[in-house]
């Protein structure tokens, strides 16, 4: 089973940019999809984004023209481009890989300051 490691959060000001990474443990070539998640205090996990093993990408509306995601296969990692962040924003952020069963990394803590 593959292992996830998130790294890349922090504290940044309202319309400042991160970089999350998701880290694998073996090759992500073959599993179906990669996400990213994030929960905020007090809500439920949201969906924020998805790379297909093909490329293909989808996102939240809330995050769609800002955030970004991309995968190098040959590094086996999982990237979030976050841009023009907003405190609304806020959150642990986690990647999951979706294969015959899902399995999610540890959560990277993002925080936007107004």
């Known amino acids: 089973q593959v292992q996830l490691v998130e790294s890349g959060g922090g504290l940044v000001q309202a319309g400042g940019s991160l970089r999350l990474s998701c880290a694998a443990s073996?090759?992500?070539?073959?599993?179906?999809?990669m996400d990213w998640f994030r929960q905020a205090p007090g809500k439920q996990r949201e969906f924020v984004a998805r790379?297909?093993?093909?490329?293909?990408?989808n996102y939240a509306d809330s995050v769609k023209g800002r955030f970004t995601i991309s995968r190098d296969n040959a590094k086996n990692t999982v990237y979030l481009q976050m841009n023009g962040l907003k405190p609304e924003d806020t959150a642990v952020y986690y990647c999951?890989?979706?294969?015959?069963?899902?399995?999610w990394g540890q959560g990277t803590q993002v925080t936007v300051s107004s």
């Open positions: 999951a890989a979706l294969g015959a069963t899902t399995t």
């Open positions: 073996r090759s992500i070539f073959s599993i179906n999809a």
């Open positions: 790379i297909t093993k093909g490329g293909r990408t």
